[in-house]
């Protein structure tokens, strides 16, 4: 019998890029997780590129629950990072 394992953070709100990075970290070397639910977290585009990156490499996830759209970033946290190209 093999055991599988879920990880459960619908509706905690308290995942952010770094958790997220965290946690496909955990993804990548966690042989029996089947299954994450991470909707209704802070996970920004960053840390969904991270989950997608975990996933490519996990190969026993078989699900994955996000919100239908990635929060919301501010058009001001990249401004000073335009200015330094300009």
Same mark, same amino acid.
């Given at each position: 019998?093999? !055991?599988?394992?879920? #990880?459960?953070?619908?509706?905690?709100?308290?995942?952010?890029?770094?958790?997220?990075?965290?946690?496909?970290?955990?993804?990548?070397?966690?042989?029996?997780?089947? %299954?994450?639910?991470? %909707?209704?977290?802070? @996970?920004?585009?960053?840390? !969904?590129?991270?989950?997608?990156?975990?996933?490519?490499?996990?190969?026993? #996830?078989? %699900? @994955?629950? #996000?919100? %239908?759209?990635?929060?919301?970033?501010?058009?001001? #946290?990249?401004?000073?990072?335009?200015?330094?190209? @300009?």
């Amino acid at each position: 019998m093999t !055991l599988q394992s879920e #990880v459960l953070l619908h509706g905690a709100q308290t995942v952010n890029f770094p958790g997220a990075v965290a946690l496909a970290e955990f993804i990548a070397e966690s042989p029996r997780l089947v %299954r994450v639910d991470i %909707r209704e977290n802070d @996970i920004k585009t960053g840390g !969904l590129m991270a989950l997608s990156l975990s996933l490519k490499v996990s190969q026993s #996830v078989t %699900r @994955i629950d #996000v919100d %239908r759209e990635p929060k919301k970033e501010s058009v001001c #946290v990249f401004i000073p990072l335009y200015n330094n190209y @300009i």
